[in-house]
DNA sequence: TTGAGTGCAAACTATTTGCAACTGG
DNA sequence: CCAGTTGCAAATAGTTTGCACTCAA
């Protein structure tokens, strides 16, 4: 997961800019709309290159990726709300076994001006059988 | 989001094949691990097939996807722990402001023998631009 | 000077879709 | 019969990568 060698980054316009523009917003963009936003002030970018960069601001801890563990869809055949547990190791999705807590959504109704259906709640870490 | 016309689903073979290995495991597989699964038994199968009835059995509410709200990856320039609200009619990602509970980590590893390094908890529903 | 960064286009991965044939009710 | 379902292959969508050129330190 973590690369043995450090990478000696340099300072790039583009990636400076990435940053910039995710910094400065309180939405939450995909690699697109990144681009869609830098294109005009600077045609020569390329989304490919944004691509690049975002997952070397991820890779620094100066960002955030908000996707799921895996690069799949996966389906349950358990439709009853639960929670899971996502082994950053080996991968593997599991259930957990604390109850539901269907009052989380209503306080979240409380503090925003949101209409709340559901939650999801995934935890991430290392499995039994990764452990050692 | 919601057909007007009810469809007037069949019973095909496939589909219930692939709900048998989905009510039968534990795991959360992916499309094409059922596909892997089913194919020797059934040789005519096909992947585009599995993907097609996987979805006619979310919609009927018999199994689970376990996507992220949006097919994008979302980035965040926030890297404080915090929770996301997904709006289901517009796709907008909020953070909400409720405080991040570090205890929930502790909770599960007592409830388990994993390791839990982080969570991530997201809300659904409808947000206040959507709302009428 | 040199290795990190870039644009471009091609490759790749996961998923969806058009179509003609098939099938269950 | 007829609409739902199928396999197949082609198309799509998002992301990654190889390459030769460029630029920052």
């Known amino acids: 997961m973590d690369n043995l060698q450090e990478k000696n980054y340099r300072k790039s316009k583009q990636r400076q ?7 400065s917003t309180k939405s939450h963009p995909t690699a697109s709309w990144i681009y869609d936003k830098l294109k005009p002030g600077f045609p020569s970018l390329s989304l490919g290159n944004v691509y690049r960069n975002l997952s070397i601001l991820v890779e620094q801890g100066c960002i955030q990726e ?4 895996s690069t799949f ?9 639960h929670y899971h547990f996502i082994c950053e190791s080996c991968g593997a999705i599991k259930d957990i076994e ?3 807590n ?10 925003t001006n949101y209409r709340v259906k559901n939650h999801r ?12």
């Not at 908000?66 to 563990?69: A, D, I, N």
């Not at 869809?73 to 709300?81: A, H, L, Q």
């Open 17 to 23: 800019k990435i940053l910039g523009i995710l910094k």
């Open 66 to 69: 908000l996707k799921f563990g």
């Open 73 to 81: 869809d996966r389906y349950d055949g358990n439709v009853n709300p």
């Open 98 to 100: 604390i109850e539901h």
């Open 102 to 111: 269907d009052e989380l959504n209503r306080k979240v109704e409380a503090a």
């Open 121 to 132: 709640l995934e935890f991430f870490g290392c499995c039994d059988e990764c452990m050692n």
